[in-house]
Nanobody, 116 residues
Framework: QLQLVESGGDLVEPGGSLRLSCAAK?????????MGWYRQVPDKQRELVAEISKSGTTTYADSVKGRFTISRDNGLKTMDLQMNSLKPEDTAVYYCKSSYDGRTTWGQGTQVTVSS
């Protein structure tokens, strides 16, 4: 069964950078998955940050355009999110998501805190 494991969350000052990574475990079909990063803060709905399709097409939330970059490495079975110019409002738990053949899988999340 597919397992998604996020890493890279940390405490960073405003204006700083972080790189999140999502590793797909027990998967031989990663190249066929549509992947995405979402984030959630307490008492709010989980929201899309960025997506990357199996063909490499990317989509970003307006709030992160120009600051975040999503990428994937099908050989390593990983998806990354490079986050630059971080703002306090980027503070959230970031989740990795995969979609394939009507099935959705979520990771356990990684905390990103932007604060001075």
């Amino acid at each position: 069964q597919l397992q998604l494991v996020e890493s890279g969350g940390d405490l960073v000052e405003p204006g700083g950078s972080l790189r999140l990574s999502c590793a797909a475990k027990r998967s031989s079909l990663f190249r066929l998955y549509d992947m995405g990063w979402y984030r959630q803060v307490p008492d709010k709905q989980r929201e899309l940050v960025a997506e990357i399709s199996k063909s490499g097409t990317t989509t970003y939330a307006d709030s992160v355009k120009g600051r975040f970059t999503i990428s994937r490495d099908n050989g390593l079975k990983t998806m990354d999110l490079q986050m630059n110019s971080l703002k306090p409002e980027d503070t959230a738990v970031y989740y990795c998501k995969s979609s394939y053949d009507g099935r959705t899988t979520w990771g356990q999340g990684t905390q990103v805190t932007v604060s001075s």
